[in-house]
């Protein structure tokens, strides 16, 4: 399994910006796509972003795409989640996972703790 560790959340006024940070350590961590997701109060888990393992793909869900940037270091075990232009429905507690590229509700390793993001208006 691929340990997870998530960190960079925070309390954020609305429009401004936050950079997620996941480090991974265990099994190859550059051999899976990575994924972002996030938990709101109260509702399910829902997928936010994903990145191949080489990095060359992303996608994102609609409520984010020209907002967050996904990215990754693989030297570092690291995947990133540059979040702009955050808005109060960002709120939520965020985590990664390896995941599959192609089907975003295939993950592959336990949940980490996650990370808080709290944007208030």
């Known amino acids: 399994q691929v340990q997870l560790r998530e960190s960079g959340g925070g309390l954020v006024q609305a429009g401004g910006s936050l950079r997620l940070s996941c480090v991974g350590s265990?099994?190859?961590?550059?051999?899976?796509?990575m994924g972002w997701f996030r938990q709101a109060p109260g509702k399910e888990r829902e997928f936010v972003a994903v990145?191949?393992?080489?990095?060359?793909?992303?996608y994102y869900a609609d409520s984010v795409k020209g907002r967050f940037t996904i990215s990754r270091d693989n030297a570092k075990n690291t995947v990133y989640l540059q979040m702009n232009s955050l808005k109060p429905e960002d709120t939520a507690v965020y985590y990664c996972?390896?995941?599959?590229?192609?089907?975003?509700?295939?993950?592959?390793?336990?949940w980490g703790q996650g990370t808080q993001v709290t944007v208030s208006s």
């Open positions: 265990g099994r190859t961590f550059s051999r899976y796509a």
């Open positions: 996972n390896t995941v599959d590229y192609t089907d975003s509700t295939q993950v592959f390793d336990s």
């Open positions: 990145i191949s393992w080489g990095g060359g793909g992303t």
